[in-house]
């Protein structure tokens, strides 16, 4: 029977998550910070940007197509056709308008808004000063907006 993903994942990159606190504990030679260096998620996210970015460059890519259908679920399925209706519009426009965002802003933006990491997390995974990562998220936020014409619509 073959190896499903999950079962390959957890044989492959499981025993590597002591190994990477290990090492942490002893290059920092504290354990709080180790268990902060060697924290799964933002290390986990940092190889993922890495990666992406590896793979955008050498396939000369510009954009990746998400399709919310494909990775959703059937979650949509159960609710009125015509809410689904907005919701789909809302959810277009919005993926439209943090496509529009440059690329350090757009993930900034889903690493703090979608992946609910911390600043200094956020730091982390960027590889990014805290202070850059609050102004990219403050710009980001705003650029956001005024993509969506949400201060206009406000005001009118």
């Known amino acids: 029977m073959p190896e499903s993903t999950l079962e390959s994942f957890e044989r492959t990159v499981m025993p590597l998550l002591d190994d990477a606190y290990t090492l942490a504990r002893h290059l920092v030679r504290d354990e709080h910070d180790a268990q902060d260096v060697g924290d799964a998620r933002p290390w986990l996210l940092t190889i993922v940007r890495n990666c992406c970015y590896t793979w955008r460059r050498s396939a000369r890519r510009d954009t990746v197509e998400y399709v919310d259908d494909q990775h959703g679920g059937e979650y949509g399925a159960q609710r009125a056709a015509d809410t689904g209706a907005l919701e789909e519009s809302d959810r277009s426009e919005l993926q439209r308008a943090l496509d529009q965002l440059a690329p350090e802003f757009r ?16 730091a982390r995974v960027t590889g990014a000063p805290i202070g850059t990562v609050m102004s990219r998220l403050a710009r980001a936020r705003r650029h956001l907006q005024q993509a969506l014409g949400i201060g206009a619509r406000e005001t009118s």
């Open 107 to 122: 993930e900034t933006l889903v690493l703090r808004e979608i992946q609910d990491l911390s600043y200094k997390e956020i």
